[in-house]
């Protein structure tokens, strides 16, 4: 069945998989729901969008994401409240940020009514698959690839946009142990840092692995010139209390603008807690660490909210993380979780609700 809506072509799925999934028990990113939001670029231009069943896709193999790594992506939520009604949080940041990553790999930048009317019209179709309940949420992957098959090295004439989702559950999300990065980067001045772009992701995984092969979950990430500076946590940004004060970095190339930190950085004004913007070095925390001082360390993001390190490691030097009991990483949690799932009031105007 093909029907159009707001210029949308919408062909609907004869069937639903919903039965076949156990809300209860979800591994993260492997489910997807009955349909996908399409659009390719063209001739200069972005053509008629389409939902479909969420299905494979074929491409060339010359195609040049395969080769060249051209390909953005972004990472949100949709929330359901108790009474059914659908929301998004902050997306016109998103929806910017694409487009912010896009440019940076010569990719074209995606019309906003497009996003918004594709977005908000697939969620509508598989309503079914947002559950209401504080920390449920439909995880929504919007992304962008280079499908002309040609494999000379330079930009594509031909991009796919596409939008898929993922139900996720609420979980509770142990504390990490990490280590600070001492050779590898996650990213450089002048490079593609604060892009999501898929490669940034492709280059973490061997270094990464290398730090799980010690114990540790993840690498805090500190500058490519110095490491000297502590930047991001894992694909998280992050954030660290010294006493009562919060310190985080300040957004430049190498860091991603996260939704998350910035929504952290204003909750942490409207409850009163003092948080600096500003470079933060290893010794500063080493030092905070053995003087008592350093009573938080988490990072931060659309996925898993907020997630507590509890010890960190620099050269041979292994630093525990003891809880406190007034935690602010899990009162900015619960904060934004009330503000995502409609529960509490919404004084930045955070919400979107999907009508
Ligand atoms: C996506 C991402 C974040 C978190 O951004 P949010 O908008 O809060 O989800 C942080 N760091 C990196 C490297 C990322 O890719």
Redesign the pocket.
Known sequence: MAIHADNIVVETSETSKINNVDFSNLDFGRVFTDHMFVCDYENGAWQTPKIMPYQSLTFEPSARVFHYGQAVFE?MKAYKDDDGKIFLFRPK??FD?INKSAARLAMPEFPEDYFFNGLETLLKLDNEWIKSGVGNSLYLRPFVIATEPAISASPANSYKFIIICSPAKSYYNSAVRVLIAEQFS?SADGGV?YA?AAG??AAQFYPTSLAQAQGFQQIIWTDANTHKYLE?AG???VFFRINDKLITAPNNDR??D????KSVIQLASDLGIDCEVRQITVEEIKTAAREGSLKEVFG????AVISPVSAFQHQDELFEIKDVEDSYGKLFKQTLLNIQHNVTEDVHGWRHEVK
């Open positions: 990472g940041q998103n940020r996650r840092g999501k940034n992701y991001e694909t998280m940004n860091i991603l996260g939704v998350t930190r931060v993001g659309t996925a």
